[in-house]
C-alpha cells in the first residue's frame, strides 16, 4: 500500500506540472523544487526506523543538488542551439555524468 501512495503524490506532482504549464512557464519551473521525489525517499528510509540511515539519506539528497543544477544549466545553454528534446536528453547525460562524479569520484581519489 505504501508504494500506491508514493506513486499517487509523484501523478500528482507531474499532474500539477502539467497544468501549471498550460498557465505560463515560471510555475512549472518552480514546481519540481517540491520535494515530492525527496519525501518519497525519507518516508522509505525512515519506515525501517533506522535514524542513521535517515539522516544519511538526507545527507545524500543534499548532494544531489550540484547535479540538479547541471542538469538546469546544461538545459538551458543547449536550448539556444537544439530542440528542446534533446536539450533534455543533453542535460540528462550531463546530470548523469556530474552524479556519477559526485558519487563515486571521492572512492577514486
Avoid: E
Avoid at 539519506?57 to 546544461?74: D, E, K, N, Q, S
Avoid at 543547449?78 to 534533446?86: G, I, M, N, T, W
Wanted: hydrophobic residues 60%.
Amino acid at each position: 500500500m505504501d508504494v500506491i501512495w508514493k506513486g499517487v503524490l509523484g501523478g500528482l506532482v507531474t499532474a500539477l506540472i502539467v497544468l501549471a504549464s498550460k498557465r505560463g512557464n515560471i510555475l512549472p519551473g518552480i514546481l519540481p523544487l517540491a520535494p515530492t521525489f525527496g519525501i518519497i525517499a525519507l518516508l522509505a528510509v525512515g519506515a525501517k526506523a533506522d535514524m542513521d540511515g535517515f539522516r544519511q539519506a538526507c545527507l545524500a539528497g543534499l548532494r544531489t543538488i550540484p547535479a540538479y543544477l547541471v542538469f538546469l544549466g546544461t538545459a538551458w545553454a543547449l536550448s539556444r542551439f537544439l530542440d528542446y528534446r534533446l536539450a533534455i536528453l543533453g542535460a540528462v547525460a550531463a546530470w548523469l555524468v556530474a552524479a556519477l562524479a559526485i558519487f563515486l569520484g571521492p572512492r577514486m581519489v
